[in-house]
Each structure stands twice: as C-alpha cells, then as structure tokens.
C-alpha cells in the first residue's frame, strides 16, 4: 500500500509570532537598548567618603581571621551540631558584622535599583560610610524598622522615629527625611518630612530642629512612595537660618525641597555618609491626616496604562469563527447584560432560583442544527465563556465549604 | 502615569462626627491631574507592569522580576537576586565574616542552608517579597540547593512570583502596553 507523504513548509506567520529568530532582537539586546548608557555623559561623581582599608591593615585582618578560623575548625561541639545539616546561625550576629564590613555596597546596590541615588543627587552617588539604624516605635518593645528598601504601612509611621548612628560625639551631623514621590504638585521636587541640624554626635535632642517632623503620607491609588533618611556630616557649625527658615505645622508649600538644591548650597560644608530608606502605600489610617491637618480632600489617583493597540475589524477574517470574531469586537460588558437579561427572564421574584443541574449535557442535542448555535449551546450548558454571568449567584465563592457545625443531639431517657 | 480622581471629601456622616474643624486651611494648591509616581518598581509591586518575555522557548524562562541565582562552587556558596534587567540587587556569599566565623565549612548543606537564610533576610530588607527560580536539570538532585531553597522559603520569600494582572480579559482586541 502506497502512503501519501504531504510535505508541507511550516508556517512562519510573521503577524503572530514576530520577526525570525535570526531578524528579530532578542530580550537582552532589547533591554540593553532600552537601559543604554553613554559611559560619559552618565558618568557619575563620588560625593561621599571613601571608605577602604590600606593593605597593611586588610592583611592584619585577614591574618587575624586566619587564626580565628582554626580555632573554629577545632570546635567539636559547632562540628556536630553543623553535621546535622539543618543547624542555624545567629542572624543577629551577622547582621552586626555587615554592619562594619560591607553595608555600604549592598545599601548603595538597592539605593540605585529603586533609582534613590538618581532622584537625590543627580549624577552624585555615595558610598554609605555610617549605618544608619532608624526605628518607628509601635509599642513599648516592638518597633517597625527601616532598612534598604523594605514596605512599611502609614499606620506604623506615625510617630518620630529613633534614629541611631555610631558617630564620635565631637563631630557635627545634619539629618533629613524626604519623600521623593509624593509631591503633589511637580514630580520633579520633593517634601521635606523631618530635619535636624547641628546634631553633636548621635544625639538627635541636642541638634537643632529645622522642620518639624510630619508623618508620612501617600495619595490613594498611586502606589508605592519612597521615603529617605539621609544623614550628613558637617565639617563645621553651619547657622542654618542664613539659609532656610524653620518649618513648623503642615503647609506643603513650605516644605517643597529638592535635596540636590539643598546640598548645593553648602556642598563645601556637608558631605552624605549615611542612607536608608523604606516605601509605604496608601493606609485607610490617613483620612485623619488629610482631612484635619493637611485640610484638603483625598486626592484618589488612577493608573492610566499607555495607549493599547487596537485589531482592526476585517470584513472577511481567515480563519475565525464569525460568531467569536463579532463578540470579540463588542463591548465586554454589552454582552454581560444581554447574558444577564437572559438569566433575569427565567427568575420569578417569589421563588426560590432552581439549583444547577448536574449533569447539564443530559439531554441531548438536535443535530439539524448548525454547528456554532451546538458550540453556543454547550458553552450554555456548561456556564463557560461569556455565559459565566448565566450561574446561579451566589456569596459564597465556588468550591466554598460551610464551616462545619457541631449539632448538639439531646438524649432523653424515656 | 495616574490620573487624578478627587473624592468628594468625606461622607457626610463622617464630616459630623468630626468634632475638630479642619485646621487653618495652608493647602490651597491645585494638585497635579497628571501625578507620576517616579518609583521605577512601583508597577512592579502594585503588579500593573508587564513581565518582559524573551522568546517563548528560552529555557531557562526569562519571564520574571526577579531571579534567584545560586552559585555552588568546590569553596563557597554565593546566592544572588537579579532584576530582569540583568542587576544584581541583593547578595548572599557563605565568606562573609560574619557567616563564615560561625560554621565549620563553607560549602556544605549547613552552609547553603544558612546562606538562603542571610539572602531571605535581606531580600525582605530590600523590598523583595517573592523571587523566581528555575532549577536547571543538572541540579534536579542537588541536596545543597534544596537546603538553600529551604532556608530561603524559611525566612518568607516564596519561590513563585505572582502573576501580573491580566487586562485583556476585558478588551480582547487590544494589545496593552505598560
């Protein structure tokens, strides 16, 4: 018996599937183009503190480390408890170590993937040379702590936070705490939420206050805002009120700031060393703030997406199915009402909605009739596609359980 | 890009029960229809944004926010979080002096299991709540990616990023952008 072979060429639909593989660009070579950088015009300028060791220091450590770790390696006891495979180490004593050792570099990786640095200080970055540790209280021994980037809730801001830094009590210190998304009027500036002048050493009291501390806030619908703790060390007392006047209460106007400007202005005087920043979106908690202390209304923001692409409609499509092809062009929720005016038409207000058959395909289909009104039919039947809104409503989600109920059953003795 | 909707203030109700009168009204600013919001991760966490894909057999899938990268070397064991644009943004390595004083070796399960930990940590810290990770097949068995998996998922970063929200649902015959 002979076989017909049919060879057929496969089909490179361009329309669908893109360009050829070897035509088209991959999504590397895309997103280099899209993220492209001149290594001149982006070149930035190292603002802060160079913080490294010289090699005879790093070369004391490492020997010092040396001897630690045999000492280490004799330890029996870490040696079976590590064996085990699922000992744990202190978290704790980690973090204190990278707190002397390589916090700079991770704080200054994420400080550039949220774009903090960009937004700050232009074409400026730091290097994080002081740690700064800033806590929102909550409780009496519980507080929501602010690191590199992590989410904190509007409600859990709402009160000054405690701000620590390992700082020699002779050197001065200037603390500022701004919002780089939140302006409301230019997208370009920022608000200054809280700033402290003069700091001798680590201690915030002793500083003076130039702008009062305002909680921070974020219009609803608009997201995640990020909020920066920037600390910088003077070289000297600055009197601060040649330059700015102290903000008190809750006029936005007067706490417009841009900390590029800021810093500008006494760029020979103050150097950034410290930064740690969190995001926070909109909480219901903040109706108060708006309302009573800022005295305005809650301005509610949508996404709006870019322009999407429309299909055109053709007259005569290849290979589509008329009936899906003039649905698809319908508005989405025209077609939800007419399947609604559907399933009104067969409730009556004062009885009870029949159940859901079990099994809907039950009877049979007429085979005179034509094939798209059967494959409307069975998507009827089944309440798939856009007859979704033909199911019988309920509260309660599908696949719901009631919670089970204990039935208490009185014995009588007879 | 957000368009401005302004509420029409507070129900009536709650105006009443607002004992205080609204303080000395500073705030008297039109606000900006056309906010943008410049954090560049913000459609990413509100889950608006597209996940870029590569082509549809790339194997390992490109269609991620973030990837978790672990290297397991003879010496040492570093775990990496990547963002789809090829930066890392968070890093983990088991030589760290602050890891490495408290183990006996540095490339062990113990130690793979511990680092997961420290990077689940600090992915927290950093904002990241979920990563993705393909296990390539060559380490379909390895017990030291299972220890770091465990230590990770441990500290509350799950190894599945949530889906971005499908529109198209409601326009079928638009191609959104984002």
């Known amino acids: 018996m002979l076989r017909c072979v049919q060879t057929k060429i496969p089909a490179f639909t361009r329309g669908l599937r893109g360009a050829l593989p070897e035509v088209a660009k991959t999504l590397d070579e895309r997103l280099a183009a899209l993220h492209e950088t001149d290594s001149e015009v982006d070149a930035r300028v190292n603002i802060g503190y160079s913080k490294s060791l010289g090699r005879k220091q790093r070369e004391a450590l490492e020997k010092e480390r040396r001897a630690e770790l045999k000492t280490i390696q004799r330890n029996n006891k870490l040696r079976d408890l590590c064996s085990t495979g699922d000992f744990k180490i202190d978290l704790d004593l980690v973090k204190t170590s990278w707190r002397e050792t390589d916090f700079g570099q991770h704080v200054l990786l994420s400080a550039d993937h949220y774009n903090i640095v960009r937004d700050l200080f232009d074409f400026g970055y730091f290097l994080p040379a002081v740690h700064l540790k800033v806590d929102f209280p909550l409780s009496n021994d519980e507080c929501s702590p602010v690191h590199y980037g992590n989410i904190i809730s509007c409600a859990d801001s709402a009160s000054v936070p405690d701000v620590t830094y390992p700082a020699d009590p002779g050197h001065l210190f200037t603390l500022v705490m701004t919002s780089l998304d939140s302006h409301l009027e230019s997208t370009e500036s920022e608000y200054l939420h809280w700033m402290v002048g003069n700091i001798p050493g680590n201690d915030i009291s002793k500083g003076t206050t130039l702008c009062e501390y305002m909680r921070p806030f974020v219009p609803k619908g608009s997201g995640y805002h990020r909020f920066a703790f920037l600390l910088f060390r003077q070289e000297k007392e600055i009197e601060f009120s040649k330059h700015r006047e102290t903000i008190k209460g809750t006029c936005l106007r007067k706490r417009t700031f841009r900390t590029i400007d800021f810093y500008r202005g006494l760029e020979d005087e103050i150097t950034p060393c410290g930064l740690s920043f969190f995001q926070s979106d909109w909480d219901d908690c903040l109706v108060d703030f708006f309302h009573n202390e800022l005295g305005i209304k809650i301005p509610v923001f949508e996404h709006v997406p870019l322009e999407p692409v429309e299909e055109k409609f053709k007259k005569y499509p290849e290979n589509e199915s008329f009936n899906e092809y003039i649905d698809k062009f319908r508005d989405p929720k025209e077609i939800a009402e007419d399947i609604y005016c559907r399933r009104l038409k067969k409730l009556d207000p004062f009885k009870e909605e029949v159940p859901e058959t079990k099994y809907p395909h039950a009877h049979p289909m007429s085979l005179k009739l034509a094939s798209w009104i059967r494959a409307e039919q069975t998507q009827e039947r089944e309440r798939v596609g856009k007859f979704k809104h033909m199911k019988r409503f309920s509260l309660h989600p599908e696949g719901y359980k009631q919670p089970y109920k204990k039935v208490r059953v009185k014995v009588y003795d007879l | ?178």
């Open chain 2, 1 to 178: 890009m957000f368009s401005l909707r302004i509420s029409p203030g507070a129900p009536a109700l709650f105006r009443a029960m607002c004992t205080k009168a609204p303080a000395v009204v500073q705030n008297d600013f039109e606000i900006n229809p056309e906010f943008v919001n410049r954090n560049p991760r913000n459609l990413e966490q509100m889950l608006l944004a597209r996940k870029p894909s590569g082509w549809e057999w790339d194997l390992p899938s490109r269609e991620y926010w973030y990837r978790l990268d672990v290297d397991i070397s003879k010496k040492n064991i570093r775990g990496k979080v990547l963002h789809n644009g090829g930066s890392a943004v968070v890093k983990a390595y088991s030589g760290e002096w602050g890891i490495r004083k408290q183990m006996i070796s540095s490339s062990d399960t113990t130690a793979a299991y511990n680092v997961g930990r420290v990077l689940g940590r600090r992915c927290l810290e950093a904002g990241i709540l979920a990563v993705h990770y393909e296990r390539p097949p060559r380490m379909e068995n390895s017990k030291k990616i299972h220890a770091f998996l465990k230590g990770l998922t441990e500290e509350g970063v799950p190894i599945k990023e949530p889906d971005a929200l499908d529109e198209v649902e409601d326009r079928p015959t638009a191609t959104m952008y984002r």
